[in-house]
T-cell receptor
Framework: GDSVTQMEGPVTLSEEAFLTINCTYT??????LFWYVQYPGEGLQLLLK?????DKGSNKGFEATYRKETTSFHLEKGSVQVSDSAVYFC????????????FGKGTLLTVNP | GAGVSQSPSNKVTEKGKDVELRCDPI?????LYWYRQRLGQGLEFLIY????????KSGLPSDRFSAERTGESVSTLTIQRTQQEDSAVYLC?????????????FGPGTRLLVL
């Protein structure tokens, strides 16, 4: 079945550091890929998405590229801020099941001033 | 506009009691989803509604769990005879039509604690 594996946390960085959170997936068909973010005390929000191979999703300085050959969708940001501290979830929507999001376990990011 | 709302935000109950969790989707969204997030885990899919029908209930953990949706709007997730392992955050999401690749918008969740 479908699955998402993302790097174990927690991740602790200093402000302005470079961020990478790895995400790889197994899926049937051609999935759509998502990064969701959960800020402290808030609900899950869509951060970015990509619906086909080689697409790059971007938002708020974050980027992720859909790599079919490596089945990956790694999240990157060039310079993190304290306000980026949150839990980040990688997820996929499989072509075989267009409604059932499959999530990774989440990665807690803490950014220190 | 208003996002997905859920109530209550927190619920503490005793083992064996029934609980009802409510979800109000974004107005006009025909697709509605329930997920569960247990501590330290990713989200698990529970059930999907298209309109008032539930084509996929495969994620419901047991027959103690049921859900309904009325008026293509509000949905209620009911857990009967709650057990401690039901403790989790229950998240509701909605999307416009449930089409492939469509973004699901999540509510803030209901945090359920079963004592």
């Amino acid at each position: 079945g479908d699955s998402v594996t993302q790097m174990e946390g927690p991740v602790t960085l200093s402000e302005e550091a470079f961020l990478t959170i790895n995400c790889t997936y197994t899926a049937t068909g051609y999935p759509s890929l998502f990064w969701y973010v959960q800020y402290p005390g808030e609900g899950l929000q869509l951060l970015l998405k990509a619906t086909k191979a080689d697409d790059k999703g971007s938002n708020k300085g974050f980027e992720a590229t859909y790599r079919k050959e490596t089945t990956s969708f790694h999240l990157e940001k060039g310079s993190v801020q304290v306000s980026d501290s949150a839990v980040y979830f990688c997820a996929l929507l499989s072509g075989g099941s267009n409604y059932k999001l499959t999530f990774g376990k989440g990665t807690l990011l803490t950014v220190n001033p | 506009g208003a996002g997905v709302s859920q109530s209550p935000s927190n619920k503490v109950t005793e083992k064996g009691k029934d609980v009802e969790l409510r979800c109000d989707p974004i107005s006009g969204h025909t697709a509605l989803y329930w997920y569960r997030q247990r501590l330290g885990q990713g989200l698990e899919f529970l059930i999907y509604f298209q309109g008032n029908s539930a084509p996929d209930k495969s994620g419901l953990p047991s027959d103690r769990f049921s859900a309904e949706r009325t008026g293509e709007s509000v949905s209620t997730l009911t857990i009967q005879r709650t057990q401690q392992e039901d403790s989790a955050v229950y998240l509701c999401a909605s999307s416009l039509q449930g089409r492939p690749g469509e973004t699901q918008y999540f509510g803030p969740g209901t945090r359920l604690l079963v004592l």
